[in-house]
């Protein structure tokens, strides 16, 4: 029988009714009294010098409080990076200052200018549009080869070029990959795109400021996933605000998908202007705005090699990528194409010898930076598109050459040759688990009637692996991680025994007031509706980095099984007390405490109240009290892998493609809630696809984005996907975190686009069209046009 | 600014807005009921979907006068008055139907106009009826489910273990 409570159940989830009955508190919900509403008025040119900017007009407008421009910010520092890249020659990435407002030039559509401050968002908006601007537009740079090229114009004047850095990994490596490759008895090469996506949570970025003369204290309610981190980076490195006078606060957040990690300029400029003002701001983020304004995702431009022996034996990886970062570098930009990716190209595979090379570039766009999954779907996208390939040349199924070069299961721990080390993982157990939901042995039958029916059917394989649970902070801090990556838990008890446990993770959408509170609820034996989780709030959590890179069941949740495990060795020392009874022989079982071999006992609300009414306690002993606080910092990162199975059919007519089925046989190790757990594979799946078949965010020549609404940018809805078949029986417990999980939150987007694309490629073949690749998104033109090619 | 009248979840409501002010708007600034959503500006997202007089209707894509005098319906009312809610929202609980909460306003309000006006709605069905409606979270999933499981049909328990 399934368990109704705690670790293992599908316990339905406690937020639901709030957001199910419209009660629910995100950002946009929060109005302060005597509130004022900034509109930002963004550059329509992607790239251009500003000789002049008149606000007198628009200040002069009824209902106008001030316009901001970039000389309100002189001393001002800017917006931080927080991962520092090192070059292949040992030098440090060049780094471009990013201004809360343009100084002087703008250099993507949508670079803010100037800040119109009304007493209502519609006086604002209209105001904005009185403002005038004077700006020369300057050649756009957005294709990245070219912003590489000699005499290419320059983003940043004060850089030596549009190179953010040149990174080479492992670079001693580069020879024998080199030597291999040119001996090898079998060269796949690839070249691809990784399209540019836009994270697209439902709810628009939001931030409000709140400054309270009377003790100097700051207030900053914003869309983030990691408010502690904001508060950091904003307080000490833009503003100059001390942590105890500045309280970040991120309530209900409707989706991330890590376009919601950064810091971001409107929060930096409504805290500040909150306090020159004296009065709150409030910034709401429209979907067109945030088209031009939030960090897009991936965009890399990828050469790949794979060389074979003679035994089909994968024997050296080679790559070059160009890796777009926009015009600035975003928060966490630098570290996607570089740790994040190289670090994974090893796959499921043993492949000796992999050399990576990351040209990172800045162009006239928006700032890219981590979305869902964040180079873990660039470096499994580029492998798994190449091993198809080389089984496809090689007449080889290609199930049996990703089985033949596996990992096996008795080979881990597992040193990779780009520096990580694998704990567990059983590849082939994922891999035989797809197999048997899918019916592989009877695909031909159903190409057949495919056929028949004038469609071609084909069917794609990919399998993945991700290092979550980020991360361990000593080997990050070598990496460049300019913070630590723990996480941190306060539980505190109460006197009758009810629990609030402060969370350094931010839940939004993952579920984990629910997940978090099976989890200590089960360590003590009560009922799940004693525990609640708080989070979101800087001024009620330790400091926490957040929730990002499927990190906060592994990582935060691992620092609440600490501080729990604190909690209950010192309630187990007051029970011995109650008990007359030694320490060492105190059980805890389903809220009892009793004495090993006796019938006595004491339930837990009892010894909670001993703790606070102390009048029969070993004070001298212990304190009184019942509360502990653990920071947890993580010795590996964790591995979650999968074999993701995608059966397509194509209309030779139209090129438009179906997708039939798609099944993920994924191992996360151990799962808490089984159904929050396949809930994130499910949407983590629907990005994927999105991204291989519907999404790409296109830029013109000049820099104008073309794909700035929803009119535009192809988002996918409930007619565009199938029923997802997923499982999470195959499981190899993480061996280095208290609870053996590794974390499901990005599996889905990172699997998923190889998937889809091998089985397009399938269905092409054996329609008699050997097309050898098509970038992404799979749009019916793209497919047809690709068909006609090789007609 | 002039007076627009309404009635909101059965209660008669009034309020200043301008000519230009959208009945969203409306529904969160003027009267405070921020559970309606505005997740675009375009009209595509379908966070905002409240009913009028009946029918399901984006309350973005609507000015706040052409509803005076109608009978509006938002994510507010839907659940008893002593909180239990309706076989809608449960099931989108029970389904594991929502994740962030965003856009769930909007697909309860679709789902309930849809199931009025096609009780027992095929899986098809339910996933065309809800293109105007987007979620990033759930891949649809499990509001297919969900919505599926708030019509009476059989639909397997989430989660297999």
Redesign the interface.
């Known amino acids: 029988m399934?368990k109704d409570q705690g670790i293992?159940a599908?316990s339905?989830?406690r937020?639901?009714?709030?957001?199910?009955?419209?009660?629910?508190n995100?950002t946009?919900?929060i109005?302060l009294v005597n509130q004022t509403y900034a509109h930002f008025l963004r550059s329509d040119v992607a790239h251009g010098t500003i000789n002049s900017i008149d606000a007198s007009a628009a200040e002069a407008m009824e209902g106008v409080v001030k316009v901001f421009t970039a000389k309100d910010f002189e001393g001002v520092g800017g917006i931080p990076c927080g991962w520092q890249v090192t070059d292949r020659e040992g030098n440090p990435m060049q780094e471009p200052k990013h201004p809360i407002l343009a100084e002087g030039k703008v250099r993507h559509v949508g670079d803010p200018i100037a800040v119109v401050i009304a007493e209502s968002p519609?006086l604002a908006r209209d105001a904005a549009e009185a403002v005038e601007v004077d700006i020369t537009e300057l050649p756009a740079v957005i294709d990245m080869k070219a912003a590489c090229a000699e005499g290419a114009t320059k983003v940043h004047d004060d850089l030596t070029s549009n190179l953010c850095y040149d990174w080479g990994f492992v670079e001693e490596n580069r020879d024998a990959v080199d030597q291999a490759i040119k001996n090898a008895a079998h060269v796949t090469t690839l070249e691809l795109t990784n399209n540019r996506l836009v994270a697209?949570?439902?709810?628009?970025r939001v931030a409000v400021g709140d400054y309270n003369r009377a003790n100097d204290e700051h207030t900053l309610y914003t869309t983030s996933q990691n408010p502690h981190v904001i508060r950091l980076l904003m307080g000490a490195f833009v503003l100059g605000i001390p942590e105890h006078k500045l309280r970040v606060v991120a309530p209900?957040?409707?989706?991330g998908?890590g376009t919601k990690i950064f810091h971001y300029a409107e929060e930096a400029f409504v805290t500040f202007a909150a306090k020159a003002l004296n009065r709150p701001v409030k910034w709401t983020c429209?979907?067109?705005e945030a088209f031009i304004s939030d960090a897009h995702g991936r965009d890399h431009v990828t050469k790949i090699e794979l060389a074979l022996d003679a035994d089909n034996k994968f024997t050296a990886i080679r790559t070059e990528t160009y890796a777009n970062m926009g015009a600035y570098l975003s928060t966490f930009a630098p570290s996607v194409p570089t740790w994040l990716h190289g670090t994974l190209m090893a796959g499921n595979y043993t492949t000796p010898l992999i050399y990576v090379n990351v040209k990172a570039v800045f162009t006239n766009t928006v700032p890219v930076d981590a979305y869902r999954g964040a180079g873990r779907p660039e470096a499994t996208f580029q492998l798994e598109r190449v091993v198809d390939k080389a089984a496809r040349e090689l007449g080889m199924d290609p199930a049996e050459l990703r089985r033949l070069n596996f990992i096996k299961p008795d080979q881990f721990p597992y040193e990779t040759p780009v520096a990580v080390a694998y704990d567990t993982g059983n590849y082939d157990a994922t891999l035989d688990k797809a197999l048997e939901l899918t019916d592989y042995a009877g695909f031909d039958t159903r190409a057949a009637e495919s056929k028949a029916n004038g469609k071609m059917r084909g069917f794609g394989i990919a399998h993945y692996i991700e290092a979550c649970g980020i991360a361990p902070s000593n080997l990050v801090g070598q990496l460049g991680a300019r913070a630590g990556l723990y996480e941190s838990a306060t539980v505190r008890v109460n006197a009758t025994g009810s629990i609030a446990v402060m969370t350094g993770s931010h839940s939004?959408?993952?579920?984990h007031e629910t997940t978090f509170a099976q989890v200590v609820a089960d360590m003590i034996g009560i009922d799940e509706s004693q525990v609640d989780i708080v989070h979101g709030d800087t001024s009620k959590t330790p400091m926490g980095m957040g929730t990002y890179g499927s990190r906060s069941i592994a990582v935060g949740g691992s620092a609440m099984v600490r501080a729990a495990e604190k909690v209950i060795n010192k309630a187990k020392k007051i029970a011995a007390h109650l008990m007359e009874a030694a320490d060492a022989d105190i059980e805890l079982k389903d809220g009892q405490f009793s004495v090993a071999g006796t019938d006595k006992s004491v339930a837990w609300g009892d010894v909670c109240l001993a703790a606070y009414v102390p009048h029969n306690y070993p004070l001298e002993e212990i304190e009184p009290g019942l509360e502990e606080t653990a920071f947890y910092d993580p010795a590996n990162f964790t591995y979650p892998s999968g074999a993701y199975f995608c059966e397509v059919e194509v209309d030779p007519g139209t090129g438009k493609i179906d997708i039939l089925g798609f099944t993920a046989a994924d191992d996360f190790g151990n799962v808490i809630n089984?159904?929050?757990?396949?809930?994130q594979v499910?949407?983590?799946?629907?990005?994927g696809l999105g991204q291989a078949m519907l999404e790409n965010c296109v830029y013109d020549d000049n820099g104008q984005l073309l794909s700035g609404?929803?009119?535009d940018y192809a988002?996918?809805?409930?007619?565009d996907?199938p029923?997802?078949t997923v499982?999470h029986s195959c499981q190899t417990p993480c061996t280095h975190n208290p609870l053996g999980v590794k974390g499901c939150g990005e599996a889905?987007a990172i699997g998923s686009p190889p998937a889809l694309v091998n089985a397009v490629i399938d269905a092409l073949h054996r329609g008699g069209y050997p097309v050898e690749h098509i970038d992404m998104p799979l749009s019916p033109s793209r497919v047809w046009n690709a068909m006609q090619s090789v007609k | 600014m002039t007076e627009v009248k309404m009635t909101v979840n059965g209660r008669a409501v009034s309020g200043d807005a301008e000519g230009r002010t959208l009945l969203s708007t409306f529904l969160r600034e003027t009267l405070g009921m921020t559970g309606t959503h505005v997740g675009c500006d375009t009209s595509q997202c379908g966070a905002c979907v409240v009913h009028v007089n009946g029918n399901a209707v984006k309350s973005c894509t609507m000015f706040a006068h052409e509803a005076a005098g109608a009978e509006v319906a938002t994510i507010e009312g839907q659940a008893a008055p002593d909180g239990t809610l309706n076989k809608i929202q449960q099931a989108f609980q029970d389904y594991h139907g929502l994740q962030c909460g965003f856009c769930t306003p909007g697909m309860v309000m679709s789902a309930a106009a849809l199931l009025k006006e096609n009780p027992q709605p095929t899986e098809a069905e339910v996933r065309d009826y809800l293109e105007g409606n987007i979620c990033r979270c759930t891949g649809y999933h499990n509001i297919v489910r969900a919505i599926m499981a708030a019509s009476g049909q059989e639909v397997p328990a989430v989660a297999a273990e």
């Open positions: 399934p293992g599908s339905k989830r937020e639901d009714v709030r957001f199910l009955t419209g009660t629910g995100y946009d919900d109005n519609e697209n949570p439902m709810e628009p209900d957040v409707g989706g998908f429209s979907r067109s939004h959408g993952q579920g089984p159904m929050i757990v396949e809930g499910h949407g983590g799946l629907a990005q609404s929803y009119m988002m996918p809805r409930a007619h996907l029923n997802f499982d889905g």
